[in-house]
């Protein structure tokens, strides 16, 4: 239904204060927290979600990443714990909790570096041949495209591990945009997310240059003409304020 298609569209791109500060100024990507909306539209009516996305440092200088979206009907909560080889981002723990309408199974997955293995962290079931040493999880990739974008990339593929394989998620900068938001103008870089010549899916996705390459917009268009757009409303990032908090 409308609802569970805009909870996975929200969980696509995503969802404080650290106790250590020294920690926090040690790594490329700084704390955030950040509101957005997201908007459906195909069916009789368009159907809006509010989610949040955050990111944390713990005092042993690993990170925490969530997203949460929420509504009357149903829940959704992903949460990647991960640490930084230099500029790289290594997931050591990637949840997804749904509660209400979601029929999808909650994940628990563990990323063993040394012995490089990934882990069902309920049953210790292990996902044999699908280890990469670039891997991210469902939801770390979208930080490393923003630490990838600050250091001038222009194209970067990803090695997602996604349910339970891993997928190569493929992105291409195509333009520079000063663009209307609904936290002001801002100017954006302006990402394309690389589908099969066969797909007729199109995903643009907008970066602010000016906070950290901060995800602030993305739109998709389906094969069956049905839209999604996610805009950011508020964002309190490497001391910056866009917006105002939701109440």
Partial sequence: M?????????????????????????????????DYNATWTGGWFPINVDAKRSLTYQEDGSA??????DSAIAGLEEISTFRFLEQTIQPLQ??????GLFKEPDRNQIFNWQ????????NQKVFEGHWNDLVQDNLSYNIQASIDLKLGKTQFTYPVFDRNKVKDFKFQLVGFESLKTKVGVLRTVKVEQIESKKSKKKTYIWF???????LVRLKQKQKDGQTYQIDLTYADINGKILGKPKK
């Fill in 2 to 34: 409308a609802y569970t298609r805009t909870f996975f569209l929200l969980a696509f791109i995503f969802a404080s204060i650290s106790n250590s500060v020294f920690a926090e100024s040690q790594q490329p990507y700084p704390e955030f927290n950040a």
């Fill in 115 to 122: 012995e490089k293995q990934i882990v069902n962290g309920d």
């Fill in 64 to 69: 925490i990443l969530k997203f949460e979206a």
């Fill in 208 to 214: 602010a240059k000016d906070y950290d390459y901060l």
């Fill in 94 to 99: 990637y949840r997804y909790l749904r509660t």
